[in-house]
């Protein structure tokens, strides 16, 4: 099971860092502000092919981005 709060948490400051909007992360994935809007409040949780895609996006681990690890760094 990984950490909600963190998940959120993470796609937010993840978002900022890339200096992405939420409208413009959601093109990049093919969904809508409002979305990207209730994962960042912790009202919604993407699918598991969602978070593959912002893993991939960001470029970090799933762990990390589900909050299961401190580290960013995704395997080979």
Not at 37 to 58: C, H, K, M, T
């Amino acid at each position: 099971m990984f950490d909600e709060k963190k998940l959120s948490d993470n796609i937010r400051q993840l978002r900022i860092a890339q200096n992405l909007t939420q409208g413009q992360l959601a093109k990049l994935i093919n969904s809508n502000n409002k979305t990207v809007n209730g994962w960042e409040r912790g009202i919604r949780v993407p699918s598991i092919g969602v978070i593959y895609q912002l893993a991939d996006l960001f470029d970090v681990s799933l762990d990390y981005l589900c909050g299961r690890s401190e580290s960013r760094e995704r395997l080979p």
